[in-house]
């Protein structure tokens, strides 16, 4: 498939930074994702008290939403800002702790305990320090992870899952070669080959 010159696109961590100090997130939601609302019931399956997992997350409402329904929310952002805007947006109080398998990570969780949102770069999480989970939403993401490191992202993720676990993943559909992205194009072929 084409998908014109983004191939060799590469967004470093730091303008991901300089776009949350800028306050240039178009990408960021303020309502919830009607496409969450719609599918909620696939992700949920049926089930209850879940571990949810926000991949590269920002300050998505959904969290609180779904942590508001009893399930456990657990995101991973770069931006230090994004997180401490997220938990007073919604006047969370929340503890700050080191992950001691990270280095210069931290975890910001809320004090009812049913949100943790860990500050660093998404490579650098595994099940042994997250665990696995039972769904998850990953409405940006993928579609803003290099094209380089898409194949990294989706073993990441499938390691990150449960056997049994939900995905939904939301995408954008347009012509690669007018617009260079981020969010970039991810055709439905790619997306079969990196998630089978």
């Known amino acids: 498939s084409d998908v014109g010159s983004q191939k ?10 300089q776009k949350w100090e ?3 997130i178009g990408f960021h ?3 919830r994702h009607p496409l969450l609302q ?13 571990r949810i997992f926000f991949p590269l997350c920002g300050k998505a409402v959904e969290m609180k939403w779904l942590a508001d329904m009893g399930h456990n929310v657990v995101g991973v952002e770069v931006s230090e800002q994004a997180v401490k805007d997220f938990f007073s947006e919604h006047s969370l109080p929340y503890c700050e702790e080191p992950v001691p398998e990270i280095s210069g990570a931290k975890m910001f969780q809320s004090t009812s305990g049913n949100i943790s949102l860990y500050c660093c770069s998404i490579y650098d999480l595994s099940s042994s320090i997250v665990g696995k989970f039972d769904g998850v939403w990953d409405r940006g ?3 803003a992870v290099n094209p380089c490191d898409r194949q990294r992202y ?4 499938i390691n990150l899952v449960e056997k049994n676990s939900s995905y939904l993943l939301v995408t954008v559909s347009y012509d ?3 617009h260079k992205g981020p969010p970039f194009y991810v055709p439905e ?8």
């Open 8 to 17: 060799e696109r590469v967004v470093t961590e730091e303008e991901w930074l």
């Open 22 to 24: 800028m306050g240039n």
């Open 29 to 31: 939601k303020e309502e």
């Open 38 to 50: 719609k599918y909620l019931d696939v992700l949920l399956n049926g089930r209850s008290e879940l």
């Open 141 to 143: 993401a993928l579609v």
């Open 154 to 157: 989706a073993s990441l993720m």
């Open 176 to 178: 690669p070669n007018k």
């Open 189 to 196: 072929s790619e997306i079969k080959s990196l998630f089978g």
